[in-house]
């Protein structure tokens, strides 16, 4: 760094590489905001007050706030490739992301994370990664790696790995297992992320106690509460499916504001590009009543100070120049986007695309045995059975016991009560594992929805009514190396391929949002009601959110965090 002469600059002595003359600065220390010129040198911000410089922009009644930053987001609910996801992130002035390469680790392994730390390198976002603490997230169902600590440790040298993410198995560090607390030990002194939805009480005590300080899966005010004074910071999430800003917001005043930020979480490709990414969060904020400044600290300074990350998150002397102007404080108008002091993005658009990466033949795995449609099947065991109930705008689900839809000795859909099958079908090693269940809330009259999107393990998900249909519908998934597919009366409606890892797209984000917008339009043929199904379909795969989930190994009652069965 050239040290003398960013000093030089800040005297006055030497111009500066570029001068942002004149805007409104919103201080994110003070909570005021300053009428100055802006001076990068370097990529570095030299001062603010009065300056001149070789490149010159007025931004008078514009305000500059710093580039905004995401604590926890998933790059592979996106669908995309670091690049093609930098080049959408930046348009709407987020500059700092810190990932969770949870998914990608759950199929591909360390080589899975080393591929998104490689790919996400030299763009115009700055990618943080956390290393992933549940490979698999439980015991209950067949993933495509386990990482240990001795897996995690290596990560350590990583100059972009900050920390521990999220640790989703909140019952082993609350009982001490010994393998949950190695993996906190090495992260010791970094920071640890939390995911212990509704935890409480003296559980929740012991969970903090090895320095877990972040959760973002608060749903509930007075849980977002209680975890706060225990000393965690909250983030709250408003992704794609998860939405508990509206819930949580009121939490927020004058003296916790600090302790507080936004994250998204999981964001789809077609929610990005239509209604934004933290820009979308700090609108709603605001709407919601939240003052400006507050919000736009929250999604800035608070990160950087929550990660130690040195030098982002302000507008200050010696920060990184990573700066959105905006052009007002309430609709959050991204007219300009400059990182380290170089413009990225005018107007909502990239200036210059970003590189792409390829996708090695390694990346697209898809080990099922042999499919056909008696696999989907199944004898009807009892006259009740348990039932998956979906619940709006949460990735929380419900549970019901009812009578069993059946006929002919076999388990069946009933679409007047609004009951689908639902399988899960081992795509990792070749099991041949499917699990089976019920699931209310889909509206489903006819078809299956398949996806390789199931979170945490990511075998292959299908909601359905006809066996043949669903049976078609994972064979397509399969076909494609991984991805979403829609199928009604023996024929494939539309699909779309995700053959990094089953999980993402090497397209541009215009190309996977329309394909995506394309499988979600093909759902309605088959009646479903949800806005976002696959989205939906997901998480209900994912036995660390309560209440009742679905494995490759069976039905999973969260809150007993062991295996129940389907019929009564």
Known sequence: MNWPGLLKTARGEEPADLVLKGGRIVNVF??????????????????????????????????LAPGFMDPHLHLESTMLTPPRLAEVLAARGTTTVVADPHEIANVLGLDGIRYLIEASAGLPVDFFFMAPSCVPATHM????????????????????????????????????????LDKLARFAGRPLDGHAPLLSGRDLCAYVSPGIRTEHECTRLEEAREKLARGMRIFIREGSQAKNMEELLPLVNGHNMRRMAFCTDDRHPDDLLAKGHLDHILRRAVSLGLPAVSALTMSTLNVAEAFGLRGHGALAPGYQA??????????????????????????????????????PDWASPMRIAGLDTGRFELSAAGPRVRVIELIEGQILTGSLEVEAPQAGGKLRADPERDLARLVVVERHQGKGNIGHGLVKGFGLRQGALASSVAHDSHNVI?????????????????????GLAVTA??????????PLAGLMSPGAAAEVSSAYQRVKNATRETGCRQNDPFMVLSFLALPVI???????????????????????
Do not use: H, Q
């Open 30 to 63: 003070t909570g005021e905001i300053e009428r100055a010129d802006l001076a990068v040198r370097d990529g570095l911000i030299a001062g603010l007050g009065r300056y001149g410089g070789r490149v010159e922009i007025d931004v008078s009644g514009a305000w």
């Open 141 to 180: 169902e067949t993933s495509g790696a386990v990482l240990g600590a001795d897996d995690l440790a290596t990560l350590l040298d990583e100059p972009r790995v900050l920390g521990l993410a999220e640790v989703m198995n909140f019952p082993g560090v609350i009982n001490g297992l010994p393998d949950v």
């Open 322 to 359: 990573d700066v959105v102007v905006l052009g007002s404080l309430e609709d959050f108008e991204i007219l300009r986007v400059f990182k380290r002091g170089r413009e990225v993005a005018a107007e909502g658009r990239i200036l210059a695309p970003c590189r792409s990466v390829s996708i």
């Open 462 to 482: 299908c909601a359905g009514i006809e066996p043949e249909d669903m049976c078609l519908a994972v064979e397509s998934v399969a076909r494609m190396g991984g």
């Open 489 to 498: 009366g023996g024929r494939v409606l539309a699909e779309l391929p995700l």
């Open 546 to 568: 309560p209440s009742l989930k679905l494995t490759d190994k069976g039905l999973v009652d969260v809150n007993r965090f062991e295996f129940v069965p389907l019929f009564l």
